[in-house]
């Protein structure tokens, strides 16, 4: 730290008690000057000879008869004056960061210029300040930080504005010329914290600036903010790193502390001055998952729709980013629901927009071969789909989730989003069994939704017996496995994107990963079943029916497979297949079908179920 030394004569000021203060002399004090609640018995001459101020106070007091003075609103207080009042003693005077905004307000209170003497105050002030101080990264930054106490003088005198101006150009600065102190303590990985060290020893990093300003109020930050985008050299994702790095620094992560009464308004004014703050290019400089905090953080706090709208817009350019817990945000008090689902679907309803625009197409109006093909194009669609019935899942443990809420989201994305359904397929079983009130009417209309053919083979077992899924469903499932089981044939992929296969192995990793305990006893269920079958190389036609029969049926409860074997059993290869829900139970064998007629025969097994 810089700092300054003024006078030669020892300090000679005493205080008795707490509020006086005086001067050790031969000679008698004769005026006395009151700030606030402290007083100063002091010597007029010293005082005449400085300050043009107290010149004609000491003259007005010496015609009423009185020797005190009051000085109201002194900027500074009782310490700026005393450095003022040593100053006039030529007393020793140390100046730095800490009190030289006070000394220098003090100094302009008091009229201390060149005119009353050569050499005053003010002057030398002005000289540590453009000499010392604001040539100093770190001073600047503590100067300019004082200058909030000592409004509106500090604007006056524009101590303020130049200590703006100094620290907005230094950040500019290219880095491998920066050889002044900086903090930089950013938390590193305990395998990279020795290479880190040993880098910052010879390398500076571009956002060396950041944590250093992160300690200014907020005015003073937006301040210093505005003045380095305005200089047009900082990067986009160099300002959404340091406005990460403030809200990190000052906004609270529990509820309780953002929705305090004490601290609500100003948890307001940040959040505003930092939305307000955010790169002009929508698309960059700031993460998704930083974003929708700052989104979670203005619903909480009611910043105002504006607000809230421009994170929206920007959020949508890059939803697919966002993880299952960013959309986690809760509903506002009184709504039925524990997170705002709603909010949720307008960000998807406007991802869906951008990622239309850009391709030049409708998703209603286009058929599913075009949703494959944009599907291969834009790798946004596949992360959106996990995102979304990831975030079903989630929500489908809410009691008070309406069945209407829970469909429109399904809805909200397209095919080719979701070429596998695993994911949906756990969802829904979640929705179902946290409101086990519903209608076989609104079951139908949820399982609806699922395709059943995009299935893995461990879902498809889990849902072949959960008793929880409408009948006509658990045929569905029964009948392609079987299918699939007969021809050899993973599923009918026609419908499906290229790389469905590869989607589903990565449906399995996220549930792993963003499922709760349930999704996870789930998960061994599915683990802890398996589809035999095995292929006949044996040309002769029975025994190859006769070895399938043995190898390559489900393994499921008597009752599932006791309805399988009454819809599959016919008369001959090109019957139709019957369906009762009511006939007895029937324990033929089932019938080998060759693919081709086993491929002819699903519709109408399908629209029979």
């Given at each position: 730290?810089?700092?300054?030394?003024?006078?030669?004569?020892?300090?000679?000021?005493?205080?008795?008690?707490?509020?006086?203060?005086?001067?050790?002399?031969?000679?008698?004090?004769?005026?006395?000057?009151?700030?606030?609640?402290?007083?100063?018995?002091?010597?007029?001459?010293?005082?005449?000879?400085?300050?043009?101020?107290?010149?004609?106070?000491?003259?007005?007091?010496?015609?009423?008869?009185?020797?005190?003075?009051?000085?109201?609103?002194?900027?500074?207080?009782?310490?700026?004056?005393?450095?003022?009042?040593?100053?006039?003693?030529?007393?020793?005077?140390?100046?730095?960061?800490?009190?030289?905004?006070?000394?220098?307000?003090?100094?302009?209170?008091?009229?201390?210029?060149?005119?009353?003497?050569?050499?005053?105050?003010?002057?030398?002030?002005?000289?540590?300040?453009?000499?010392?101080?604001?040539?100093?990264?770190?001073?600047?930054?503590?100067?300019?930080?004082?200058?909030?106490?000592?409004?509106?003088?500090?604007?006056?005198?524009?101590?303020?504005?130049?200590?703006?101006?100094?620290?907005?150009?230094?950040?500019?600065?290219?880095?491998?010329?920066?050889?002044?102190?900086?903090?930089?303590?950013?938390?590193?990985?305990?395998?990279?914290?020795?290479?880190?060290?040993?880098?910052?020893?010879?390398?500076?990093?571009?956002?060396?600036?950041?944590?250093?300003?992160?300690?200014?109020?907020?005015?003073?930050?937006?301040?210093?903010?505005?003045?380095?985008?305005?200089?047009?050299?900082?990067?986009?994702?160099?300002?959404?790193?340091?406005?990460?790095?403030?809200?990190?620094?000052?906004?609270?992560?529990?509820?309780?502390?953002?929705?305090?009464?004490?601290?609500?308004?100003?948890?307001?004014?940040?959040?505003?001055?930092?939305?307000?703050?955010?790169?002009?290019?929508?698309?960059?400089?700031?993460?998704?998952?930083?974003?929708?905090?700052?989104?979670?953080?203005?619903?909480?706090?009611?910043?105002?729709?504006?607000?809230?709208?421009?994170?929206?817009?920007?959020?949508?350019?890059?939803?697919?980013?966002?993880?299952?817990?960013?959309?986690?945000?809760?509903?506002?008090?009184?709504?039925?629901?524990?997170?705002?689902?709603?909010?949720?679907?307008?960000?998807?309803?406007?991802?869906?927009?951008?990622?239309?625009?850009?391709?030049?197409?409708?998703?209603?109006?286009?058929?599913?071969?075009?949703?494959?093909?944009?599907?291969?194009?834009?790798?946004?669609?596949?992360?959106?789909?996990?995102?979304?019935?990831?975030?079903?899942?989630?929500?489908?443990?809410?009691?008070?989730?309406?069945?209407?809420?829970?469909?429109?989201?399904?809805?909200?994305?397209?095919?080719?989003?979701?070429?596998?359904?695993?994911?949906?397929?756990?969802?829904?079983?979640?929705?179902?069994?946290?409101?086990?009130?519903?209608?076989?009417?609104?079951?139908?209309?949820?399982?609806?939704?699922?395709?059943?053919?995009?299935?893995?083979?461990?879902?498809?077992?889990?849902?072949?017996?959960?008793?929880?899924?409408?009948?006509?469903?658990?045929?569905?499932?029964?009948?392609?496995?079987?299918?699939?089981?007969?021809?050899?044939?993973?599923?009918?992929?026609?419908?499906?994107?290229?790389?469905?296969?590869?989607?589903?192995?990565?449906?399995?990793?996220?549930?792993?990963?963003r499922a709760s305990e349930h999704h996870n006893?789930?998960?061994?269920?599915l683990g802890s079943l398996k589809i035999k079958?095995?292929?006949?190389?044996?040309?002769?036609?029975?025994?190859?029916?006769?070895?399938?029969?043995?190898?390559?049926?489900?393994?499921?409860?008597?009752?599932?497979?006791?309805?399988?074997?009454?819809?599959?059993?016919?008369?001959?290869?090109?019957?139709?297949?019957?369906?009762?829900?009511?006939?007895?139970?029937?324990?033929?064998?089932?019938?080998?079908?060759?693919?081709?007629?086993?491929?002819?025969?699903?519709?109408?097994?399908?629209?029979?179920?």
């Open positions: 730290m810089k700092f300054m030394k003024l006078g030669s004569k020892p300090d000679a000021f005493q205080s008795d008690g707490s509020n006086i203060r005086f001067v050790v002399s031969e000679l008698p004090t004769d005026v006395s000057v009151r700030i606030g609640e402290v007083r100063f018995y002091l010597h007029k001459f010293p005082l005449l000879s400085k300050s043009n101020r107290l010149q004609g106070l000491i003259l007005r007091v010496g015609e009423d008869g009185t020797n005190e003075i009051f000085l109201h609103d002194f900027p500074g207080g009782p310490k700026a004056f005393e450095i003022c009042a040593k100053f006039c003693y030529g007393m020793i005077v140390t100046l730095n960061a800490y009190n030289v905004v006070a000394a220098r307000c003090a100094a302009e209170y008091l009229e201390m210029t060149e005119d009353v003497e050569k050499g005053n105050l003010i002057y030398k002030i002005e000289v540590f300040l453009n000499s010392s101080v604001l040539r100093s990264w770190k001073d600047s930054i503590i100067v300019l930080q004082a200058t909030k106490s000592l409004l509106p003088w500090s604007e006056e005198l524009k101590v303020a504005g130049r200590c703006v101006d100094c620290i907005a150009s230094k950040t500019s600065v290219d880095p491998t010329n920066i050889n002044w102190s900086y903090t930089y303590n950013r938390k590193l990985a305990a395998s990279d914290e020795i290479v880190e060290i040993q880098q910052r020893m010879h390398t500076v990093p571009n956002d060396w600036w950041v944590e250093d300003i992160c300690e200014l109020d907020v005015d003073l930050y937006k301040r210093v903010m505005v003045a380095v985008k305005s200089k047009g050299r900082m990067s986009s994702d160099m300002i959404g790193e340091a406005l990460k790095a403030y809200a990190v620094r000052w906004l609270p992560d529990s509820y309780d502390a953002l929705v305090a009464d004490d601290y609500m308004k100003r948890n307001r004014t940040l959040v505003e001055t930092i939305v307000s703050l955010l790169p002009p290019d929508k698309c960059s400089g700031c993460s998704c998952r930083f974003l929708l905090k700052l989104l979670k953080v203005v619903i909480l706090v009611g910043a105002g729709d504006t607000l809230k709208e421009e994170l929206i817009n920007r959020i949508s350019m890059q939803f697919h980013k966002a993880s299952v817990k960013d959309l986690l945000i809760p509903a506002k008090s009184g709504g039925d629901t524990i997170y705002d689902v709603h909010l949720v679907q307008i960000l998807v309803g406007k991802f869906m927009v951008h990622v239309s625009s850009s391709h030049d197409i409708n998703f209603v109006d286009k058929s599913e071969s075009r949703f494959v093909e944009i599907n291969t194009e834009d790798k946004t669609l596949l992360p959106l789909g996990k995102l979304v019935d990831g975030y079903l899942a989630e929500i489908a443990s809410d009691p008070n989730l309406s069945i209407s809420s829970f469909v429109d989201l399904i809805k909200s994305i397209p095919d080719a989003a979701r070429p596998g359904h695993d994911g949906l397929y756990m969802a829904i079983d979640i929705y179902l069994k946290e409101h086990p009130n519903l209608s076989k009417a609104e079951k139908k209309r949820i399982c609806g939704l699922m395709d059943v053919k995009k299935l893995s083979a461990e879902a498809s077992i889990h849902a072949a017996q959960n008793e929880l899924l409408p009948l006509r469903v658990v045929v569905q499932v029964l009948f392609f496995e079987r299918l699939k089981a007969s021809t050899g044939v993973s599923a009918p992929t026609s419908d499906a994107p290229r790389d469905a296969s590869m989607s589903r192995a990565t449906l399995e990793e996220d549930w792993e990963g006893s789930l998960k061994q269920q079958g095995d292929k006949c190389r044996n040309s002769d036609e029975m025994k190859c029916r006769s070895t399938k029969e043995k190898s390559s049926g489900l393994l499921l409860p008597s009752r599932s497979r006791r309805i399988f074997d009454k819809l599959w059993v016919g008369k001959g290869q090109g019957e139709t297949i019957k369906s009762s829900e009511t006939s007895g139970s029937s324990q033929s064998p089932p019938i080998c079908v060759k693919p081709g007629e086993a491929k002819s025969s699903v519709m109408g097994t399908v629209a029979m179920a």
